[in-house]
């Protein structure tokens, strides 16, 4: 099995994130050079490595963690998280990926996805606060929300799951996802390397969206597709009392 970083050896800072890969990883990534740049660099983020009662473990580089071969043809289960913002009136931002993506390339899905880092800020496990700020991180960097319009105190965490799902034949996901809900008006500014296209969907057309995009084709990402089959619809109908639907003693295994 492949080795997994131990936490009692690696506690870093995100600038110390070369020392914990250094040029082991990214001479490994060599015979990925065919990917986008953009995308083939971030490889290189520590991600929090987590056992299936998302206890923290370890850490190792996005590339190991999302790469389906032996001797992980599973990948290694670490951290996520989902966000689900939106705006003033209750409609939800949802995203087209990105085509240079190394999972799930063209794929909708919801607002943000992507992984804390193994850093002590988005380590923080108390009330979630690493993972909010995390997705405050990826608010910025995917979809250009400026950092002062999402408070992280108001990303209400509602409960986790847990998921693996195959890309193609190299890559895949396996992770320990936390579901977050923001509701506010925001600027988007979207980054093409990581978001083809955004779109604010009502919760009366969100049934009609989705059937129209399997019509033509279109796939939704594998979590995205979870969510929406098991909790979406009575979380949106109820964004504003969401107190009582928040789970945090779960984790939802589907």
């Known amino acids: 099995m492949q080795s997994v970083f131990r936490l009692k050896n690696l506690c870093s800072s995100r600038s110390s ?10 001479s ?17 983020e520590p991600c929090i490595v987590v056992d299936e009662n998302d206890v923290r473990i370890g850490v190792d580089s996005k590339k190991n963690c999302h790469l389906f071969a032996p ?5 290694i289960l670490h951290r996520a998280f989902s966000v689900f913002l939106f705006n003033g009136r209750g409609d939800l931002l949802l995203q087209k990926r990105s085509s240079s993506k190394i999972t799930f390339p063209g794929y909708y899905t919801n607002t943000c996805c992507s992984h804390p880092l193994y850093t002590p800020e988005e380590m ?11 997705a405050r991180r990826r608010l910025e960097l995917e979809l250009g929300i400026p950092k002062g319009q999402i408070n992280v105190r108001d990303l209400n965490y509602l409960t986790r799951i847990h998921y693996c799902s195959r890309s193609n034949d190299e890559w895949g996901e396996h992770e320990i996802d936390y579901i977050l809900f923001y509701k506010g008006d925001v600027d988007v500014r979207p980054n093409t390397d990581e978001v083809e296209d955004v779109l604010y969907v009502k919760r009366k057309e969100i049934n009609d969206f989705l059937v129209s995009l399997s019509e033509s084709n279109v796939p939704i990402t594998p979590w995205f597709n979870l969510i929406v089959n098991n909790f979406l619809c009575k979380w949106w109908d109820n964004l504003d009392n969401l107190d009582s639907f928040k789970d945090h003693d779960s984790i939802h295994r589907l």
């Not at 990534?29 to 290189?44: E, G, I, T, W, Y």
Request: hydrophobic content about 40%; aromatic content about 4%; proline content about 7%.
């Open 17 to 26: 994130v070369s020392q914990l890969f250094p040029r082991t990883v990214s």
């Open 28 to 44: 490994a990534l060599s015979k990925f050079a065919h990917l986008d740049p953009v995308q083939l660099d971030l490889l290189n």
């Open 71 to 75: 001797p992980n043809s599973k990948g």
């Open 124 to 134: 923080e496990e108390i009330g979630a606060l690493g993972v909010k700020r995390a």
